[in-house]
DNA sequence: GCGGCAATCCCCCGAAAGGATGATTTGCGT
DNA sequence: ACGCAAATCATCCTTTCGGGGGATTGCCGC
């Protein structure tokens, strides 16, 4: 997967270069432009993972897990599901609430609520709660 | 958190902006430019969201198996052992002391050093650690 | 007998987690 | 239109964790 990053990276550089050549004489003609358009496509590039982590990659990743039964039984709301993950992974809160990108607040929240519908009552509880209900591998 | 995407892109159109007009003489003589900006600018943003996406959503490759003995390589005493698997049962310093006979601080220092020795930050690290490892179930 | 190591215990202190509540917004169903 | 649940963020307060130290005991190998 690495190849195809350096393989697009490689694509954008040549397309950039070429449009440069271009365009030449009017955008390489001071050090500002070219400032410009370093910032340009920094920002744009940190906007677009930023994007990427918070907007594309979380509706996938919660497709399913094993027990439906168990989770409608503890009413366990989707987002919570997703919460609970983060918990099988042993991440603090501060971690789940960038990946989720959401506030400390609202992570412990979810945290709070789990571990009432799991009557746990540290996060460690939680996971080894989750696990005997079959609710995660 | 809509909200958060529409600021994060307002301040990026006004920083945007702003550099524009600073640079109005140089770079806003022809539609050529505007192009070129453009490009780059949509090039990075899609560059980006490849990037978010494929490094969060990547899920961590199984390393190897062996709950024979990592053990012995990671230079697990048995008592940490022991204190390992309280960890995997979700059970706090004070149930583990009590559980086993020790206090408080003795607990203290076996999970600190477990921590080390598993490289994790948080007792819930160690947990998914271990199970990585295949020191566990 | 000395050095090393596991196991035990202690203190301090900052960071993280958890409990209790309250508040707002949004979408959904009747 | 109204009520409800989910999701969000917040503040205050207490407990638990985790990271620095430091210290003692007992065992094992050389």
Known sequence: MGKRV??????LA???L?????????LVRSHIGDLYIFLIAGGFLALGVWLGVRGIARPAP???DGNPQAVAA?????????????LL?????QEIADKLGVSLNTVKTHVARLLEKL???????AVARARELGIVK
Chains 1, 2 share one sequence.
């Open 6 to 11: 350096l393989l697009y990276g490689a694509l």
């Open 14 to 16: 040549a397309g950039t």
């Open 18 to 26: 070429l449009l440069q050549w271009l365009d030449y004489q009017r």
């Open 62 to 64: 919660r497709a399913f």
């Open 74 to 86: 503890l009413g366990l709301s989707p987002r919570e599901l997703e919460v609970l993950d983060e």
């Open 89 to 93: 992974a042993g991440r603090s809160n």
């Open 119 to 125: 009557r746990a009552k540290r996060r460690g509880d």
